[in-house]
């Protein structure tokens, strides 16, 4: 999608601003004498800038105002080394919240709606961000946090809570435990904004049968404001994001290039307006594409295909590159398994060769070796390995209530 004047105008304000502040990235667009941009081709010349990067610039090396403007920060939690700390200021927050309301409005839901908030409140911006928008929507926030889900589920109950925001996993467990407890006749709930990840169709479509619910992705990430840049509409066709906050590119992860709209790649989001940490071009490292043409809808929002997987997540066995979303798929084939799954690699050293073990999920009426066997013949013919595989019962795998990893590589260990 190419850059419009606007944006351009609005991308050369946030550098002007960026070099002045002579934060960690004024001083690098200076020793590389990047002083304006005026054009799609300026633009591209800006080099992409890594999360690797933010965590060099620990702890507030990226900020771009005075502290007497900062109101807030929050903090990306790596699972390797340093956090990243995010500064903003009011404004910052004040549009974060508008953005999010949008949202809120674009998936169907008014200041009647009662949100019921599961997501961690904190450093991390999950919490805060579904509450903020909801409060500037005008409905009622139920600020539950993560966990203690007899408390969720009787507050559900009790509060009548007709919008649920989960991970997609905890929006799993609540359903699950819906069914076991043969609940649903007693709960209200309408909708489930949950918060994008790569999940497979089956998730969704048990979630969203159990609770008799639609179901909207959201889209966000902590070092581009946090969750609340984009959501489905209730067409269902793609994220709208919001394109008056930010600028969106899809790149080929290997070679940096643009790639053309409908071809899948990495997201590069640039901010056009933030003022506490400003990023122009930003690597996601999340997978997904743009969808050509307008919505159907009406809204002249572009949009986003839901995330694909991220580009970090893919691993390599027998010299073959995988992604978690091809796993999904083939479980999805298998009668009887659940979307939740776990893969481990590790070397055997003797044979110099590596190992996948894989543990799946299956309801209890399936037969466990059939089902193993199953697995095992797909992947062979599907993906040319041959992984180990056991099979356990459902709700063996633990449901988390960030995001899930399932690809646990020993091999290095
Ligand atoms: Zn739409």
Redesign the pocket.
């Known amino acids: 999608m190419q850059i419009s004047e606007k944006q351009l105008a609005l991308v050369n304000d946030r550098l002007q601003a960026i070099l002045k502040s002579e934060n960690y990235f004024g001083r690098m667009y200076r020793e590389m004498g990047i002083t304006e941009i005026k054009t799609p081709d300026d633009f591209k010349k800006l080099p992409f800038i890594d999360k690797a990067e933010l965590r060099n610039a620990y702890p507030l090396g990226i900020q771009a105002v005075p502290d007497s403007e900062i109101v807030r920060i929050h903090s990306s939690s790596g699972t390797t080394g340093k956090p990243v700390i995010i500064p903003y200021t009011a404004k910052d927050v004040d549009d974060w919240a508008t953005m999010f309301a949008r949202c809120y409005e674009?998936a169907g839901i008014t200041k009647e709606d009662r949100i019921q908030i599961t997501p961690g409140y904190g450093l991390w911006t999950a919490g805060i961000g579904f509450q903020a928008g909801c409060e500037k929507l005008g409905a009622m926030a139920i600020p539950m946090g993560p966990g203690n889900t007899e408390k969720q589920l009787s507050m559900m109950q009790d509060l009548k809570s007709t919008v649920i925001c989960a991970t997609s996993s905890y929006a799993l467990l609540l359903a699950e435990e819906i069914n076991k407890r043969g609940l649903k006749e007693n709960i209200c709930l309408k909708k489930g904004v949950i918060g994008s990840e790569r999940w497979s169709e089956k998730k969704r479509e048990y979630i969203a049968n159990e609770l008799g619910i639609e179901l909207y992705d959201i889209y966000g990430l902590t070092e581009i404001y946090g969750p609340g840049i984009g959501v489905?509409?209730s067409?269902q066709?793609?994220m709208?994001i919001w394109d008056d906050y930010l600028y969106t590119e899809i790149i080929d992860p290997v070679t940096g290039e643009n790639v053309p709209d409908g071809e899948e790649g990495e997201i590069v989001i640039t901010t056009l307006v933030k003022e506490g940490a400003p990023l122009l071009r930003f690597r996601t490292h999340d997978l997904s594409r743009i969808i050509p043409g307008e919505?159907?809808?009406?809204?002249r929002y572009p949009?986003l295909d839901i995330i694909k997987g991220r580009s970090d997540d893919m691993f390599k066995v027998h010299g073959v590159n995988m992604f978690p979303s091809q796993v999904e798929e083939l479980l999805g084939t298998v009668d009887g398994v659940s979307s939740e799954y776990k893969i481990d690699i590790a070397h055997d050293d003797e044979k110099n060769r590596d190992i996948i073990l894989l543990t799946v999920e299956a309801e209890g009426r399936v037969n466990f070796d059939k089902t193993g066997e199953a697995i095992r013949n797909a992947f062979k013919s599907k993906m040319s390995v041959t992984p180990k595989v056991v099979v356990v019962s459902l709700g063996t795998l633990p449901r988390s209530e960030k995001k899930t990893k399932r690809v646990f590589d020993h091999r290095d260990e």
Not at 295 to 299: A, I, R
């Open positions: 674009t489905n509409c067409l066709t793609g709208h919505c159907p809808c009406g809204s949009r």
